[in-house]
């Protein structure tokens, strides 16, 4: 009986393990896996996936390089597999486990990867000469001399299910080493980028290759950032005593959106869309006669100063639209440009509830419409010009598309970066519902998007359904148990979260929950999920999994990554709103290629020994490696008949110039300074040659390698 339960405990002690494991990848640097931009010439299995650049591979080899240079050959040849498979596991997807970066996070993290009991021990009875080369860790050292129990128990991982060799084989874990993972699960986690803010409204880059990020709050302030979250304690722009608000909860009101012109880098203009208050009390309507005006709102065109490209000209100001308000609500406020360089505009329905002066639907009027302009062109009575195909030029010739509610929030689509840039320029929006149904609008020149005939797909005014056959449906809609209000958001197009790409995020305002939607290639459908957090055991610090719970906004660095602008009290005197960056833990970019990670700090960082020029795709067909077997141990001189290659950083061939024998006198400068160089430091016992510099290493304790300074075939 006692035995049973005793199995039975191991056996349920067991379960609970699988059922908790926190099996997500993690490297040293405690950022996910990815993709390496080549394939890895040392730690070849893990090309595919796992925690290496080309960069870190070669140095890794170099290290491995080093051990031979170090360790006798005869424990070499029957060790040097273990070393090169040791030294390879910082490359493992599971590198931070492997080495448990996570259980040791303010010391040192351990010299010696986390072994599985088996292999440890065969390790050690056969090759435990070679630790000391591995590691020069005391306590360890002082483990190997106590014997292999000694060994391996130091070196055992508290969390067995990572030791190497069997995490590899574990299903539980390759199961998730997967570059689709996050898709299926949807699990993203965020960073911090942003805080105390009143009501932050937009994330924005200027795209002039200054990477800054424009934060506006909705009370009138415009504030720069940097991707490493360092922020212009100068505002960009402070127009509030132009805008109209107040701070009650809620308020829609206010300072709402900027878009750069297309050539901002060089006229320095940019527009701006907010609420200000009106001369007018009333408007006379064709339909309705006179209707009291709440407040109106104003798209102008601003400059920064010619001095001072941090600060916009207060003075340059020159309004463009106006459009007088009816009610406090309802005011639209989404500005951008499309890739036709046109400025969109997307106004509100007006407000109120449910359209009572039917403005959507009324093209008399700009209430309830994208309207579409062109800041750089002319007109007779008008401050801009009117793109030549807009599709109501007789009717209302800014009008670019109708029957809009209350637009909050539209993307546009960078392009695919995997695919030719297909996608480019489509704009998706976010169309606030009345009291039913929230939509996602695909734009579209000319289409009517129903309102207030349709309230996403479903009729909200019968009279008018009946007769509306051409109204464009939602993208995509969802009703009022999902959510009470949707913000627009953006297409992931960014390098560092591979994963994410063709993701339009987008969420709900009332109750925080964010969603995606992804075009399904086969059906041409556009196919939404909700986006969950991680759990924190994947969203480690920095990063986090919870945010404050009203999705105001979302924005765009120049890079194509993806913000989410919150905030727990919608009032422009709080200031409990924050700016986040989505990260997904399980997979990002190339950190060579990707102009990742921003935060200071937690920033990646390459491998510091990248001592010479030799670009490592041709280590294995020209550099010394190939040589690897006849290069000289360490008692030995070169002899005559022994060759080494070299690599030129600049040549993709091996040609005969390119090869030399010590003895040879040579006519070529290269030859001939290697020659020399070997007469003058005949003690030298160890010669490589990499790119066009000579690696000198030195005989004696310490063992010491020196770089010639000079490119030695230039002499
Ligand atoms: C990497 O290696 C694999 C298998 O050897 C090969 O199919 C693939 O083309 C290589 N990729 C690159 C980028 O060299
Ligand atoms: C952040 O980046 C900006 C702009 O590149 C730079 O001026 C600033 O010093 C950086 N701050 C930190 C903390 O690295
Ligand atoms: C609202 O949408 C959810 C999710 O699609 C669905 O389960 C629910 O039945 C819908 N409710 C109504 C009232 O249509
Ligand atoms: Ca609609």
Redesign the pocket.
């Known amino acids: 009986m006692l035995q049973d339960g005793i199995i039975m405990i191991s056996f349920l002690w067991l379960l609970l393990n699988v059922v908790y494991i926190s099996s997500h990848p993690q490297c040293l640097d405690f950022k996910p896996p990815f993709t390496p931009e080549a394939n890895l010439t040392f730690c070849g299995q893990y090309s595919k996936f796992g925690c290496c650049t080309s960069d870190q591979d070669t140095t890794i080899r170099r290290q491995y390089e080093r051990l031979r240079a170090q360790i006798p050959a005869s424990l070499w040849l029957s060790c040097g597999n273990y070393a090169k498979e040791l030294l390879c596991q910082k490359c493992s997807p599971y590198a931070a486990h492997i080495y448990d970066t996570e259980a040791r996070p303010l010391e040192q993290p351990r010299s010696f990867p986390g072994l599985c009991s088996s292999y440890c021990t065969s390790f050690y009875q056969k090759c435990n000469e070679i630790i000391k080369y591995l590691s020069d860790e005391k306590n360890l050292q002082a483990a190997v001399s106590k014997g292999v129990a000694s060994f391996c128990n130091y070196i055992a991982l508290p969390d067995v299910d990572y030791c190497y060799p069997e995490l590899l084989t574990k299903d539980i874990l390759n199961d998730r080493i997967s570059v689709q993972q996050v898709n299926s699960e949807g699990c993203l986690c965020l960073e911090k980028f942003a805080n105390k803010l009143r009501n932050p409204v937009f994330a924005r880059h200027a795209n002039d290759g200054?990477?800054?990020i424009f934060i506006g709050e909705q009370l009138g302030v415009v504030h720069i950032y940097?991707?490493?979250?360092?922020k212009n304690l100068e505002p960009f722009l402070d127009v509030q005593p132009k805008i109209y608000s107040t701070k009650s909860k809620g308020d829609e009101r206010g300072f709402f959106s900027i878009a750069f012109h297309p050539n901002f880098k060089n006229n320095g203009k940019f527009y701006a869309y907010y609420s200000t208050g009106s001369s007018v009390s009333t408007i006379e309507n064709d339909y309705h006669g006179q209707i009291e005006i709440d407040h109106k709102i104003r798209i102008s065109e601003f400059k920064v100063l010619p001095s001072n490209k941090d600060k916009a000209d207060p003075l340059s100001e020159k309004p463009l639209i106006e459009v007088e308000e009816p009610f406090w609500n309802h005011n639209g406020g989404e500005l951008l440009f499309g890739i036709d360089g046109y400025l969109y505009i997307f106004i509100g329905d007006g407000g109120n509830a449910g359209d009572p002066y039917g403005f959507a639907q009324d093209m008399s009027t700009k209430l309830g419409k994208v309207l579409r302009i062109d800041v750089d062109g002319s007109h007779p009575k008008k401050p801009y010009g009117i793109p030549p195909d807009n599709p109501f030029l007789n009717v209302h010739e800014e009008i670019y598309a109708y029957g809009v509610r209350n637009i909050w929030r539209c993307g546009m689509d960078r392009g695919d970066p995997n695919n030719a840039g297909e996608g480019r320029g489509r704009i998706f929006c976010g169309d606030v519902g009345q009291s039913k149904y929230e939509e996602i609008d695909f734009l579209k020149k000319g289409a009517n998007y129903g309102w207030n005939a349709f309230e996403g797909n479903s009729c909200f005014k019968q009279e008018l359904c009946t007769e509306m056959v051409n109204a464009e449906r939602p993208l995509f809609a969802y009703n009022h148990t999902v959510g009470k209000s949707v913000t627009g958001g953006h297409f992931y197009r960014g390098c560092s979260n591979p994963n994410l790409n063709g993701f339009y995020i987008y969420g709900d305002f009332m109750n925080g929950r964010l969603f995606r939607l992804l075009e399904n290639k086969q059906t041409g459908q556009w196919e939404n999920k909700e986006i969950n957090m991680c759990k924190s055991d994947m969203c480690v610090p920095p990063l986090v999994n919870t945010y404050a719970p009203n999705i105001i906004s979302f924005g765009e660095d120049e890079d194509g990554e993806i913000y989410m602008l919150t905030t727990n009290f919608p009032s422009t005197s709080h200031d409990g709103g924050a700016v986040y960056r989505f990260i997904d833990p399980a997979r990002r970019g190339n950190p060579a290629i990707c102009k990742a990670a921003?935060n200071?700090g937690t920033s990646y960082t390459s491998s510091p020994i990248i001592d010479v020029p030799s670009p490592s795709t041709k280590v294995p067909d020209l550099g010394i490696s190939h040589q690897l077997n006849s290069i000289p141990s360490r008692s030995d001189t070169i002899s005559n008949s022994q060759s080494i290659h070299l690599w030129n950083a600049g040549s993709s061939s091996s040609n005969s110039d390119n090869t030399y024998s010590p003895s040879q006198t040579g006519n070529g400068k290269n030859s001939r300074s290697y020659h020399n160089y070997l007469h003058q430091r005949s003690r030298l016992h160890r010669l490589q040659i990499q790119g066009i510099r000579i690696r000198l290493c030195s005989s004696h304790l310490p063992f010491s390698c020196r770089i010639t300074q000079k490119m030695y075939g230039y002499q």
């Open positions: 200054t990477q800054r940097y991707p490493n979250g360092s921003r200071p």
